[in-house]
């Protein structure tokens, strides 16, 4: 059985940082993920899944203080339903992502129109006591530099690829 999540999409809003009575660090957020459709036009449009993530510890800590509404982020994780009863009497299910990898995509400075893709990313594992396991991978100098050719830098236009360059 395989129960792994990865996701790509911008935050609605801040991380919200709470405290658990033991003190264990705990960030929810949600992310909105694009998911095109056919709308029965030639032409495709998109709608957003907006799903909720829950990240502990070390990484909990990380994505309040560096997250921000909008920011682009790739988390991976597990899907959890859990359920509780509501002040009504009435059973609430939830569905989350508890996410023990968030990858932040774009640059926390966003002006000038030079975005780094990769800023950097935190990992950590629920199951190691207390910490986050490393991951920590910044940005060089050299992203932000206005390197006109790098391959990488996103310009806005459609990327031409055949079916000959691709490795599956």
Same mark, same amino acid.
């Given at each position: $059985?395989?129960?792994?999540? #990865?996701? #790509?999409?911008?935050?609605?809003? =801040?991380?919200e940082l709470r405290y658990t009575p033991a003190g264990v660090a705990v960030t929810?957020?949600?992310?909105?993920?694009d998911r095109p459709f056919s709308s029965g036009t030639n032409r495709e449009d998109r709608e957003a899944d907006f799903i909720p993530v829950v990240t502990w510890r070390q990484l909990a800590e990380t994505c309040a203080n560096y997250l921000r509404k909008g920011r682009l982020a790739a988390v991976?994780? @597990? $899907?959890?339903? @859990?359920?509780?009863? /509501? /002040?009504?009497?009435? @059973?609430?299910?939830?569905?989350e992502v508890i996410a023990d990898n968030v990858r932040f995509l774009e640059s926390a400075n966003r002006e000038g129109g030079g975005q780094a893709r990769e800023e950097g990313g935190f990992g950590g594992s629920n199951n190691s006591g207390g910490g986050s396991g490393g991951g920590n991978r910044s940005s060089g100098s050299s992203r932000?530099?206005?390197?006109? /050719?790098?391959?990488f830098?996103? =310009?806005?236009?459609? #990327?031409? #690829?055949? =079916?000959?360059?691709?490795?599956?």
């Open positions: $059985m395989l129960n792994r999540v #990865i996701l #790509i999409g911008r935050l609605t809003k =801040d991380p929810q957020f949600t992310l909105a993920v991976e994780g @597990r $899907m959890q339903v @859990r359920n509780y009863e /509501n /002040n009504e009497g009435r @059973r609430v299910y939830v569905t932000n530099s206005g390197n006109s /050719n790098d391959p830098a996103d =310009d806005g236009r459609p #990327i031409d #690829i055949s =079916d000959d360059d691709l490795p599956f």
